[in-house]
């Protein structure tokens, strides 16, 4: 168990919809990533926060957004969906600000079905 | 910018035996990490082993040790005793030093061990 908790674990919703993924990081780390793995493009890096604040972008969307709360919990927010967006979103966290050590710690995923 | 690549999208290893996954990468970049992660059944993301660029001695973690060949841009990861808990997915992943944190993944590898 890595410490991190995502929820919900599945999720089935239908196109144009929005839905927010959650995503509770280690006890005392202060970095949050998300990644989205699809089965055509392996893993992507969407987004990063480190306490609070925006710190790395990546190949997000314009239809996604993400925010990191004061009790460092972060939701991931997808809109407009789009059958193209079925993917397993990972969150990740670290305790450092900078990653160069690559550890991160994952979650389990939440897997998204948009029929 | 950098990319990360896996040619081998399936492999199957008998128990007890060793198994090499490959991974080629591609930056213009003197200083780096580089990653094998494993992501069994459960779907999370386990980071296996991790080798610093400006490192000329290979990283080994128990049965897990890496071929690091900076010249040629390749990092390949051995498996050596394969046990059947090894069956997952493994992904090569690159991080450029101060490079905002972006981890870049490679397509992945799916590796089952058989009896």
């Known amino acids: 168990d890595s410490g991190v908790t995502q929820t919900p674990k599945h999720l089935i919703t239908a196109t144009g919809q929005r839905v927010t993924l959650r995503c509770s990081p280690r006890s005392g780390d202060l970095s949050v990533y998300w990644y989205q793995q699809s089965l055509d493009q392996g893993l992507q890096f969407l987004i990063q926060?480190?306490?609070?604040?925006?710190?790395a972008k990546g190949n997000i969307l314009e239809r996604f957004s993400a925010q990191q709360f004061p009790d460092l919990h972060s939701e991931l927010n997808l809109s407009s969906l789009e059958l193209g967006d079925s993917a397993l979103y990972f969150c990740?966290?670290?305790?450092?600000?900078?990653?160069?050590?690559?550890?991160?710690?994952f979650g389990e995923g939440s897997r998204l079905t948009v029929l | 910018a950098q990319t990360v690549t896996q040619s081998q999208p399936e492999m199957s290893v008998q128990e007890a035996e060793t198994v090499t996954l490959s991974c080629t990468y591609d930056?213009?970049?003197?200083?780096?990490?580089l990653f094998w992660y494993k992501q069994p059944p459960s779907r999370q993301m386990i980071l296996v082993i991790r080798q610093e660029a400006y490192k000329q001695q290979n990283a080994t973690e128990n049965r897990f040790s890496v071929n690091f060949q900076k010249a040629a841009k390749s990092f390949s990861l051995k498996i050596s005793d394969s046990q059947l808990g090894d069956t997952a997915m493994y992904f090569c992943?690159?991080?450029?030093?101060?490079?905002?944190?972006?981890?870049?993944f490679g397509t992945g590898t799916q590796l089952k061990v058989e009896l």
């Open positions: 990740a966290s670290s305790a450092f600000r900078d990653t160069n050590t690559g550890e991160l710690f």
């Open positions: 930056t213009s970049e003197s200083n780096y990490y």
């Open positions: 992943a690159f991080i450029q030093t101060g490079g905002g944190n972006k981890l870049t």
């Open positions: 926060y480190y306490n609070g604040e925006e710190r």
